[in-house]
C-alpha cells in the first residue's frame, strides 16, 4: 500500500507492508541512511526480513530524497518528515506496538525524536553513526541518556562511523541490547540473523 504524506509543506511517498508472519505484532516505521532511499536493496532486505517476524513495515523517503536531492535536510525537518510519516502510520495501521528506527542517520533521527519524548515502544538502530567517518572525537551521543525506551541496535565491528570501544562506553549503564556483528562495515547486509534479532526482542516489549 502506498500513500502519499505531507509534511513541512511538501509530500513525501511511503510505502505499508503487512507482516508476512502470523501477527503483525508491532508497525515499524523504518527511515533510510542519508546516502540511501526506501527502495535501496538494504531497506528492502530490511523489510522483507522482519515482516517474517511479525512486523509490519513502513518504509519512506526523508523529503530531500524524494526530490532526487543529494544534499541531506536539517535535522528539525528530517524529525518532521519522520512524525508526519508515523503519524500516518498509526492512523492507518492501528493500534499495537510502534518501533522506530532505521538505518545509519534514519535510526539517528528515530533517536533524536525518542530522546526528545517521541511516543514509542522501542527503537531499532542498524548501523549507528556514532561519529563522522575519520572522527571518533566527534561524537554524536548528547542525547541518548534522554532515550526511555527500549533500543536494539546492530553495528558492525569494522563500522568507521561507530568504533567500538566508543560506542560501549557511549551507552554504557543505558540498558541497550547491543549487538555487533563481526568483521562487517557500515553497510553490512541485512541477513536472517538481523530477523532473529529483532525477534526475540520484539517478544520483550
Given at each position: 500500500?502506498?500513500?502519499?504524506i505531507?509534511?513541512?509543506?511538501?509530500?513525501?511517498?511511503?510505502?505499508?507492508?503487512?507482516?508476512?508472519?502470523?501477527?503483525?505484532?508491532a508497525?515499524?516505521?523504518?527511515?533510510?541512511?542519508?546516502?540511501?532511499?526506501?527502495d535501496?536493496?538494504?531497506?528492502?532486505?530490511?523489510s522483507?526480513?522482519?515482516?517474517?517476524?511479525?512486523?509490519?513495515?513502513v518504509r519512506?523517503?526523508?523529503?530531500y530524497?524524494?526530490k532526487?536531492a543529494?544534499?541531506?535536510?536539517?535535522?528539525?525537518r528530517?524529525?518532521?518528515?519522520f512524525?508526519?510519516?508515523?503519524?500516518r502510520?498509526?492512523?492507518?495501521?492501528?493500534?499495537?506496538?510502534?518501533?522506530?528506527?532505521?538505518?545509519?542517520?534514519?535510526?539517528?533521527?528515530?533517536?533524536?525524536?525518542?530522546?526528545?519524548?517521541?511516543?514509542?515502544?522501542?527503537?531499532?538502530?542498524?548501523?549507528?553513526?556514532?561519529?563522522?567517518?575519520g572522527?571518533?572525537e566527534?561524537?554524536?551521543d548528547?542525547?541518548?541518556?534522554r532515550?526511555?525506551?527500549?533500543?536494539?541496535?546492530?553495528?558492525?565491528?569494522?563500522?568507521?562511523?561507530?568504533?567500538?570501544?566508543?560506542?560501549?562506553?557511549?551507552?554504557?549503564?543505558l540498558?541497550?541490547?547491543m549487538?555487533w556483528?563481526?568483521g562487517?562495515?557500515?553497510s553490512?547486509?541485512?541477513?536472517?540473523?538481523?530477523?532473529?534479532?529483532a525477534?526475540?526482542?520484539?517478544?520483550?516489549?
Open positions: 500500500m502506498k500513500w502519499r505531507a509534511a513541512e509543506g511538501e509530500e513525501t511517498t511511503a510505502v505499508f507492508e503487512p507482516a508476512t508472519a502470523a501477527g503483525g505484532k508497525l515499524f516505521v523504518a527511515a533510510h541512511g542519508a546516502g540511501s532511499h526506501m535501496h536493496r538494504s531497506m528492502l532486505q530490511l522483507e526480513v522482519l515482516r517474517q517476524r511479525s512486523f509490519d513495515v519512506f523517503n526523508f523529503l530524497r524524494e532526487g543529494r544534499a541531506t535536510d536539517r535535522m528539525p528530517l524529525q518532521a518528515c512524525s508526519a510519516v508515523v503519524e502510520a498509526r492512523s492507518e495501521a492501528g493500534a499495537r506496538k510502534l518501533v522506530i528506527g532505521g538505518r545509519s542517520m534514519g535510526g539517528r533521527v528515530a533517536s533524536m525524536l525518542a530522546a526528545e519524548g517521541f511516543a514509542c515502544d522501542g527503537l531499532l538502530l542498524l548501523a549507528y553513526p556514532l561519529h563522522p567517518a572522527k571518533p566527534r561524537l554524536r548528547q542525547h541518548l541518556a532515550i526511555k525506551v527500549p533500543v536494539l541496535c546492530i553495528n558492525g565491528t569494522r563500522d568507521l562511523l561507530c568504533q567500538q570501544d566508543r560506542m560501549g562506553r557511549a551507552i554504557d549503564g540498558g541497550w541490547q549487538h556483528l563481526e562487517k562495515d557500515h553490512f547486509p541485512v541477513t536472517d540473523e538481523t530477523g532473529e534479532l525477534g526475540r526482542w520484539l517478544a520483550t516489549l
